[in-house]
């Protein structure tokens, strides 16, 4: 084991290192918040490091944590330092074991699981599926899905926001990437793709990954194997027929190297599809829970949004010039995903030795940087837990002091998607609906792969009356310490 330098809780002996991962699996912005305040803004989860979050690489040093726009642009534009691997994380290395685990050789790898000149050519083969014009081709499916999914809200009922937020963009994803609405035929695939996520990210599967009936690794592969028959059947479909249906797999499909002439193969299709829809939804999907929970907590900003919305659009959902006509709207989006991220972390593995805050990391160490904290410098923003979309009317930042959708060449290749399905989302639900928190409701947080709310987030819907002081205040939860409320 490489000694870590870099300064970190002194783990106790034989258990001491699991307490420490379980705490940061437990609640990784408060744990780390504490470490980051008693050691600086480059933390080791353990002094000497042992510990191994991510890595899929037989020799993990340890884990350091760090935060702040010069160590986030360190990470995000050194490409040939710090290396990205698939989103399965350690069990990436397991998928050699079987045939059962060879799924894991390309779910969730995509654009997460090649780096330097590979990286570049398969973005290169992307881009041309979310350019500006593609994109703006999705208006029309963000709009008839969104009026869908609305039709179905039953108006003076509680209902879970979380859940109905993932079902919505999970019809768009489905919709956009297969070209299938779920429920329709052909759907399997995102069914399949949302199940395998929820297992992804239970702690047990990371934990305790047993090929054995009764564990929660064992059903996954179950399902991805399912979905590698399922989905190949489809890639094989659509080449015979060789004909752009208008969504992002046939334009993966057609996608040719401009140099070589190279196509993406079965496997990495696989990998890039799985990525795109897995990363697509739930981010979505937050980011909109979030934002009707903090216009819900902010009646004078839901109350000047719905003037801008009613001005502009006039009860109808937005065209795509008319989205550059809201920029209220846009600035509480930004906002929203400055004080609560929908993706917290930003992870990477070294890939040779290097130097960051003055600390040697060895080879193959674990660098999670913070997004969270760093979107709360308050030198940056001023009363930084306080939600202020109005601070985007004057203040100008890089990348690298706002990154919801990372930075540098491995930023969010979907970014210009995700913005602009946000946008025509809130503009329909808010014309329709006021969201309404429940009295003394509790709200604490779960954070690892993306910050969502434990449990669902229910809310009280109503038709939209402008009745925005209901519901105002007695929030209870650890989500209190991420953003003030009253």
Not at 186 to 208: E, R
């Amino acid at each position: 084991m490489t000694n870590l330098p870099v300064p970190g809780p002194r783990p106790l002996p034989l258990i001491g290192r699991n307490i420490l991962v379980s705490k940061f699996v437990k609640d990784s912005l408060g744990f780390t918040s504490q470490l980051f305040q008693k050691y600086g803004n480059l933390v080791s989860l353990a002094r000497g490091g042992g510990t191994n979050l991510y890595s899929p690489l037989p020799n993990c040093p340890g884990t350091v944590f760090t935060y702040g726009s010069e160590n986030v642009q360190k990470v995000t534009t050194q490409h040939e330092v710090y290396y990205k691997y698939p989103l399965t994380g350690g069990l990436y290395s397991r998928r050699d074991e079987s045939s059962r685990t060879e799924p894991l050789k390309h779910f969730g790898v995509g654009l997460f699981g090649v780096n330097n000149n590979e990286h570049r050519r398969h973005r290169q083969l992307l881009m041309p599926a979310f350019h500006q014009k593609r994109i703006e081709s999705y208006r029309d499916t963000f709009v008839e899905i969104t009026e869908s999914a609305s039709q179905e809200i039953e108006v003076n009922q509680v209902t879970n926001i979380a859940k109905l937020m993932r079902i919505l963009t999970l019809r768009i994803a489905s919709k956009t990437l297969f070209g299938v609405d779920i429920g329709e035929k052909g759907s399997k695939s995102a069914a399949l793709l949302q199940k395998i996520g929820i297992l992804l990210s239970n702690p047990t599967t990371m934990v305790l990954p047993f090929d054995l009936p009764g564990f929660s690794f064992h059903r996954m592969m179950t399902l991805m194997a399912e979905l590698d028959e399922d989905m190949r059947e489809i890639i094989r479909s659509r080449q015979a027929s060789e004909i752009d249906t208008g969504d992002v797999l046939s334009m993966l499909i057609k996608a040719r190297d401009a140099e070589t002439g190279m196509t993406l193969s079965e496997d990495e299709l696989l990998g890039h599809v799985s990525v795109i829809f897995a990363a697509g939804h739930e981010t979505s999907a937050n980011a909109l829970t979030w934002t009707l929970f903090l216009l819900s907590q902010h009646p004078e900003i839901a109350a000047d949004l719905l003037d801008e919305l009613d001005t502009v659009l006039k009860g109808k959902a937005p065209t795509v010039e008319q989205l550059q006509q809201l920029p209220l709207l846009e600035r509480v989006i930004k906002e929203s995903m400055r004080v609560l991220p929908p993706v917290p972390w930003n992870a990477r593995v070294t890939s040779q030795p290097t130097v960051l805050e003055g600390y040697e990391l060895p080879t193959g160490t674990e660098v999670w940087v913070s997004i969270y904290h760093t979107h709360k410098n308050p030198e940056i923003y001023p009363e930084p837990l306080r939600f202020n979309p109005r601070r985007w009317e004057t203040l100008e930042v890089d990348n690298f002091q706002y990154n919801p959708f990372s930075a540098g060449s491995r930023k969010c290749i979907g970014a210009g998607f995700a913005m602009m399905e946000i946008k025509i989302v809130l503009a329909i639900l808010l014309q329709k609906f006021r969201f309404q928190c429940l009295p003394q409701q509790i709200i604490n947080r779960s954070a690892l792969i993306v910050l969502a709310a434990k449990g669902g987030l229910p809310m009280l819907v109503s038709q939209q009356d402008r009745d925005f002081h209901q519901g105002v205040g007695g929030v209870k939860g650890n989500i209190k310490e991420l953003v003030e409320l009253q």
